[in-house]
């Protein structure tokens, strides 16, 4: 019985000091491994992908594969690398330029989860980008021009109107502006003259501009006379425009009109009665 006794307790002496089973994924001495941070390698912002992402841990994830890893806001690819880093490829990033992606690890040796990680996209005319489509990138001189920085129009994918008047209240303003940046100023002073309690929003173009909410955004807004002109150029691109005139929010000099532009031929801007009935594309700025 003494012999047995002390078999027993010999086994039980070395499964305390080298473990009885496999920890998962714990390092190559059975060590806990912490998953300490993610970092984006290459990209630039708007102008480049960030094709990767270097994870880093406190010792060698000897067991991580890529079925472990999960990456919100972007596509994974392929794992590779050893040691206390690991090169997970990334593509199809959805995140807006320069926001974050996440990446978690399920794999129970490895704690730490979720890091994340900040990425850069290529930005292009067209490209569906945060509640529509890229319309136009502001250059030095527009008002939003950031030098560095990638900002520009976003134009809705649809119309939101097809036949509407330009506000309710056809009484000069006065106040408005043609300028690139100046549409969302244009469009409260419409609404805050013509519809004060927002009643009518969805009866005129500046109205139906500021109530549209789609994808999620509620900074929409009716394009003066210089941003409309940017989404007829770049039309082809951005798509779903009709063959139509379209209302801009910048009201014409004489007071009882405001600009237009038709949204085929040669792209004409002009003056209509602000009762006049025509199609209407928000946007929104980035």
Known sequence: MKKLFYGIMLILILTAMFGGCD???????GTSVIFSGVTQAGGTSGTADTTSLTLTFSVDPTTLTTDNITVTGAAKGA?????ITRTLEISDITVADG???SVKIENSGISGSPQTAVVYRLLTIGMDYLGGKIAYFFVSGDTG???G???GLIAAAADQALMIPWAINTNS???TSTDIGTGSANTNAIVEQSDPSHSGLTSYAAGVCAVNEGNGYTDWYLPSKSELSKLFDNRVAVGGFAAYSYWSSSECSAG???YGQQFWSGGVAFILNKTDNIHVRAVRTF
Not at 23 to 29: I, L, Q, T, V
Not at 79 to 83: E, N, V
Request: aromatic residues 4%; charged residues 10%; without cysteine.
């Open 149 to 151: 920085e990638t900002h």
């Open 23 to 29: 920890g998962g994924g714990g390092g190559e001495d």
């Open 99 to 101: 926001a974050t992606v």
């Open 79 to 83: 794992l590779t690398g050893t040691g």
């Open 145 to 147: 021009y950031v030098p």
């Open 256 to 258: 009882n009109g405001a």
């Open 173 to 175: 303003l006065g106040t």
